[in-house]
């Protein structure tokens, strides 16, 4: 905090913070993150949620019911605010459906009048039976 200022509203917390409430892995750490969660109005932006899916899943092997299972206990406590809940929700929603996580989300983020496009031909064809986003790749109507 800055000489002068007030506390803040809102606490934002470090992915490593939502990895250490959520797994356990250090006692002493899990400890921390747990009174910081029980006594602060927490903010969690986006793209936290995004490296925090990718940690639980590549470092510590979870998969998807485990994160979302996690995800939902965190984001419904009354403490908890998402910078965007419906994306992220959305997002679940698409992942669980078989798109990635991550995919889902840049997908979740495209709008009404607004157009998605990628090279990646799985996301391509999985994207055009989940989701209702416009999905096109670069090279259409490219001969």
């Known amino acids: 905090m800055l000489k002068g200022q007030s506390k803040p509203m809102m606490l934002i917390p470090d992915t490593n ?3 250490r409430l959520l797994t356990q892995d250090d006692p002493a750490q899990f400890e921390w993150a747990k ?6 109005s927490i903010l969690i932006p986006t793209t936290i949620v995004l490296e925090t899916e990718w940690v639980l899943r590549y470092a510590y092997k979870f998969d998807k019911l485990a994160i979302f299972t996690a995800f939902n206990m ?3 406590l009354p403490n908890v605010t998402l910078s ?3 994306r992220v929700r959305q997002a679940m929603e698409w992942s669980q459906a078989g798109l990635d996580f991550a995919d889902s989300l840049h997908l979740a983020a495209v709008e009404q009048g607004q157009q998605f496009s990628t090279f990646d031909e799985k996301l391509l064809a999985k994207a055009k039976t989940v989701t209702n986003v416009w999905v096109s790749s670069p090279m259409d109507g490219i001969s």
């Open 17 to 19: 913070l939502l990895v």
């Open 35 to 40: 009174a910081v969660f029980a006594r602060e």
């Open 74 to 76: 965190l984001f419904g």
């Open 84 to 86: 965007e809940p419906n």
